[in-house]
């Protein structure tokens, strides 16, 4: 199985929830502390320009929007069901669906509204922030069920690297173009953290019944 059982992986969960928990309570209730969190951390982020830091930032938020988040997931979901990896093909769409109805359901719920300042085609609600949970799973997957896939541990290692630092450039994007508060982005990584680890979960109860399913048939998992 392509997952594999991690006994951290309670654990993992639990610290995801309560940091998205801690972070939910605080915009709710709109605290001081969050407040001076979420301006001394624009502050910072905004500090990072340099000649082409806008261009570069667009490009990113643009790469990282959740319509092309859909059109990513597809393409790998696509090579992996012609790699005759049907079921984790059918567990990256249904990833990134969760993941997105999940961000949706908290944005309407809280309905934080996004920094004044924000561009005209940001719109919607701030909290959490679509761009970064979309990035995530988009990751996720290419991190758990592609690049283990490569034979040489350092393609392996640098394909990560290069994963890690795009969801990086993702979160400071948000932030650096007024699209989000800090603790959107955080938020949102959180959520999506939690909502991989109860997937992981659901993969490894669900995928083994899976495979007597006759359009599953043969297929790797």
């Known amino acids: 199985m392509i997952i594999k059982q991690d006994p951290s992986r309670p654990y993992k969960l639990v610290i995801a929830a309560i940091i998205f928990g801690v972070v939910l309570i605080g915009v709710q209730m709109q605290t001081g502390f969050l407040n001076f969190f979420d301006t001394l951390l624009i502050m910072v982020v905004q500090k990072l320009k340099f000649g082409s830091a806008d261009t570069l930032y667009t490009l990113v938020s643009f790469m990282a929007s959740p319509k092309l988040d859909v059109i990513w997931m597809l393409l790998i979901a696509f090579f992996l069901w012609g790699s005759r990896y049907k079921i984790p093909a059918i567990f990256s769409l249904a990833l990134l669906v969760g993941a997105n109805a999940l961000a949706f359901v908290v944005k309407t719920i809280v309905a934080r509204p996004r920094p004044m300042l924000h561009l005209k085609q940001d719109t919607g609600y701030s909290f959490p922030s679509g761009h ?85 048939q043969n297929s790797s998992y």
């Open 132 to 216: 970064v949970i979309g990035t995530l799973m988009v990751v996720s997957v290419l991190w758990i069920l592609v690049i283990p896939r490569l034979k040489r541990e350092t393609n392996r290692w640098l394909l990560r690297s290069l994963l890690g630092i795009w969801l990086v450039l993702v979160m400071l994007s948000r932030v650096y173009l007024n699209a989000h508060f800090p603790t959107d982005v955080i938020g949102a990584f959180a959520l999506g953290y939690a909502w991989l680890q109860i997937s992981e979960y659901l993969y490894r109860w669900l995928a083994p019944q899976l495979s007597h399913w006759h359009i599953f």
